[in-house]
């Protein structure tokens, strides 16, 4: 362990105590002074960002994209500080309470986490929401981003930090590693000491390391490989809109959809219909035998590796399936237990598919695109997870608190 | 990955999906099948208890005492098991639903895990009663006990799996994995395509093996570095009963209270006190600088290290403090966040201590002997978690289960 990293924990243990203590009046007063601070220190965030720009070759448009920072999409992101203020403080909630035989008395409320950490890639809004979710819920944050963005984290984090100092409050809830090298970033996975929670951010790639090499405690985000499925009993056009919707409104993010099942009783119908609606947006279509021989010329056959593959882009692979059993079953199989969408209008099918899937978030006819905090109305989040552990789905501030127990006695031993 | 490790994984995930859709009713008559079962089968279980017993060399009285069986001992399990039954069944619970701007209605609904691995000593009882709460949470259980219990857990498992098959379900529900070796635990750990959750239970070095080998998400459970304060204003009665309840009810068990801080307004009155008590029970004493001081000769100084050792046995660090600050901050530095005590008649100071001590219990006027899943009123418990991750303090049926959002809509698409 470097001196330096355990140096990091340590002291985000230590602000961590404070944070638990402030009241939400304070956290609020604080993130809407962080937000105008972002505002009013723009030039000087622009200028560190155009120096991470600067070093940035051979990078795809994407990427670059994700690093680069705007007055307007400061503004925007500094914004989204303002609403974190506004959103309700889940810290101090009972979530249940009650009287034992013996006569305690024993709440469970709601408590920070402690210490999260966060490993993301090259993208500074990434850096700002997560301070700000982190804040609001009483935590100290440790932020290992993508060294392509380093100097800008660097500037916003003393930005943030100032705040801090201002209000007399550890400007250690807030830190930015500014170590890039991998080793280190093996080392703050294994900082248990510290870290009481570690959230990947990023590419299936990034996650898999994290959740290979961690031995914090992980909150695994992110992976989507979601299908919609369209019963024989489906209203077609209602199918088309959600799946064109699903597919292309945008397919970059983890809840666009990447797979389509399609009940044989309708396929012939179907799939030409969809097929020409795809196509309309640009969309690519890899089909199974059935949806081949149906479709013909326009489709390419699927290969195996297609049902496990999320490819975020402009790509759906199609099947035909008999009944709503093979459906369930497919998505059970391949599915990455983000978000699955059913469109039909027979009840004991809803019903069927809803408690028999197995996946984070399950629809009924709605477009799986709105699996995210926002549209939950969460006000932000800090990830969608896909494990069963603590937190399943949309992550917002709720889901970065933990609980305790507090027991009230009048002398009681154990017999 | 061994070949039978997986296929244990894949039956596993399979038998899961058949539990996740069976109803409270029959889930609670195949748990009062598997009880009687334990009950008639008790000669073939004591044989092969007996098997295991002849295999123990050289092993201390307690490892002996817990991992042998009688027939009221295998009574009483059973017991346990017609308990779990009675208990009401989590899954299927609304935990929280709202309507959406766009009209969606999202339900918060409780579903099982899925696959549960339990790595744990050789303690036959934690096979049934694991076994008992994983099947009525409507999770798959597989089980990797101590070798030295293998014989006894494989008849166990057979009694339990002729129940399922005589109730027509899938035996695979619950799983013992017969080899024995480092080699095939380490790949059991990081079996993450089938594992939902591990969660280890017995010594603290089983734990950490886990924390530091897992890959699959771990609940971690059970080390208890324990404190009592007793502050200026306690009822010194009061404070006497609880401690010795708590350092002596049961010292081998992590709610016990391995460590004393007292205020020293009170400490020359107190310390002679209570350590007259704690003698009358067998119990070294091992003191800071100021309890020699005042104790002499009765106690052993302490050692840095003492400070953080849980001892599980019949030893107690006392240490003098001079504020409520400072017995907090010690706490929290050396605490495992397990279960923490304040004795006082103070309100204010009530409320500081459970505001400020970071751990799973915060009890005020109460023994830590409390912190236990019966004791909570959950009927049963698998574990007590002491880390801050999905679950924390005792873990019973609800900490079992995961959360799925059904959305249901009306054609919506995002905008």
Redesign the interface.
């Known amino acids: 362990m470097t001196e330096s990293l355990n140096r990091i924990g340590q002291q985000a243990a230590v602000a961590a ?1 404070a944070l ?2 402030l009241s939400t009046k304070t956290k609020n007063q604080v993130l809407r002074a962080m937000a105008d601070a972002l505002e009013e220190k723009t030039p000087d965030i622009l200028a560190a960002n155009k120096e991470d720009l600067a070093d940035t070759i051979d990078l795809e448009d994407k990427f670059i994209d994700r690093l680069t920072l705007t007055a307007n999409r400061l503004a925007g992101i500094a914004d989204g500080v303002r609403q974190v203020a506004n959103l309700p403080d889940p810290l101090g909630n009972i979530d249940r309470g ?1 009287a ?3 006569g ?1 008395e ?1 709440s469970q409320k709601r ?1 920070p ?2 210490v999260v950490g966060i490993i993301y890639e090259a993208r500074p809004n990434v850096t700002i929401d997560s301070a700000a979710l982190c804040f609001k819920s009483g935590n100290a944050i440790i932020l290992r981003g993508g060294k392509e963005a380093l100097q800008t984290n660097i500037k916003i984090a003393a930005v943030i930090r100032a705040v801090l100092a201002a209000f007399k409050l550890p400007q250690d809830a807030v830190q930015v590693i500014t170590e890039t090298s991998h080793e280190l970033a093996q080392q703050f996975m294994q900082l ?1 000491q510290y870290i ?2 570690l959230i990947p951010r990023g590419s299936a790639r990034l996650i898999q390391t994290v ?2 090499n961690a ?1 914090v ?4 985000t992110g992976a989507g490989n979601c299908h919609i499925y369209v019963d024989e009993t489906a ?1 077609l056009q ?1 199918a088309e ?2 799946i064109i ?2 597919k292309t ?1 945008r397919p970059s993010v983890c809840n666009a959809t990447e797979k389509l099942l399609v009940n044989a009783e309708i396929a012939t119908d179907f799939l030409p219909k969809i097929a020409k609606a795809l196509a309309n947006s640009h969309v690519e279509i890899r089909g199974d035998e059935q949806t081949c021989q149906i479709l013909g010329d326009q489709v390419h056959p699927a290969q195996p590796e297609d049902w496990n593959t999320e490819y975020n882009n402009y790509i759906i692979a199609i099947k035909v399936v008999h009944t709503l059993d093979e459906a369930i079953s497919h998505i ?1 199989q391949y599915n990455t237990k983000h978000s699955e969408a059913i469109i039909t209008t027979n009840y004991e099918h ?1 019903q069927q598919f ?3 899937i ?10 799986t ?3 995210d905090g926002f ?3 969460f006000g932000a989040e800090i990830g969608i997870s896909t ?4 937190a ?2 949309p992550m917002g501030l709720k889901e970065l608190t ?13 017999k």
Chains 1, 2 share one sequence.
């Open positions: 105590q638990a203590q009650w034992t035989g013996s305690l024993i408590v986490l402690g248990n009481d929670v959740v290979q031995t405690p992980v909150i695994e209203d209602v809109d959600i919707n699903a409104q059970n809803s809803t408690q028999q197995d996946a984070a978030c399950v629809y009924v006819n709605a477009s695109r709105f699996t549209e939950f109305g494990q069963k552990l603590h399943r789905g933990t609980t305790k127990y507090v027991i009230l006695g009048q002398g009681q031993i154990r």
